[in-house]
């Protein structure tokens, strides 16, 4: 079957790193989306990866291991507004989205 | 104002009434999906829509329809609610690219009693 797994919750303090990982099984692979979820609010994107490797966007990057099954969202330099589920989600090979749970991530200062 | 609006942003019904979720957008795109969303789950697609003419069930589709009454607009309706989807519900939109983001509407929060 098709599955992602990624951590319930974590806790980081404000101006550290945080890595949230995610771990998932489809068939077939069409990229890996992350989207970021304030609690009562819409997801909105944060990153897609189709191809193996890190791609940075300020103080976000994303890594993607197709070989793996794996990605994890790196998030530096925490600020108190980035407390929020991420949420992981993979694209099989009908274009279809999986979504893992969500990570609820908590800032504390 | 939101590019992806959704109506009503909460609502209290009993089981077995009928109720419409509603959706509108301005950003033209011609993909449209509802989503639901539960506590320690994933998003799960209820039903999806290319177009005017082309809808399709998601993975949980039982209990649900849909409508899509122009580009913009894609109502979900419950023809008799029952208390297990109480949920948030998301509408979405995507641009033709199978592999764009989504565009998620506020949400609608359901409880059915």
């Known amino acids: 079957g098709q599955n992602i797994d990624q951590p319930t919750e974590m806790t980081a303090t404000e101006g550290a790193i945080v890595q949230i990982n995610c771990t998932y099984q489809t068939s077939g692979f069409n990229g890996l989306f992350w989207y970021q979820q304030h609690a009562g609010e819409a997801p909105t994107f944060l990153s897609y990866n189709v191809l193996d490797g890190l791609e940075e966007k300020g103080r976000f990057s994303s890594f993607l291991s197709r070989s793996k099954g794996y990605s994890y969202l790196l998030l530096k330099e925490l600020q108190m507004k980035d407390s929020a589920s991420y949420l992981c989600a993979a694209m099989d090979s009908n274009y279809q989205l999986i979504w893992g749970a969500g990570t609820k991530l908590i800032i504390k200062p | 104002d939101a590019d992806v609006t959704q109506t009503p942003r909460n609502r209290i019904t009993k089981t077995g009434k009928r109720i419409m979720l509603e959706c509108s957008q301005t950003?033209?795109?011609?993909?449209m999906y509802w989503y639901r969303q539960d506590p320690g789950l994933g998003l799960r697609l209820i039903y999806y829509?290319?177009?005017?003419?082309?809808?399709n069930k998601g993975e949980i589709s039982d209990g649900y329809s849909v409508s899509r009454q122009a580009q913009a607009k894609f109502s979900l309706s419950l023809e008799s609610a029952i208390p297990n989807q109480t949920a948030l519900y998301f509408c979405?939109?995507?641009?033709?690219?199978?592999?764009?983001?989504?565009?998620f509407g506020e949400g609608s929060r359901l409880t059915v009693l």
């Open positions: 950003k033209g795109h011609d993909r």
């Open positions: 979405a939109t995507r641009t033709g690219s199978d592999t764009g983001e989504l565009f």
């Open positions: 829509s290319f177009d005017v003419k082309d809808i």
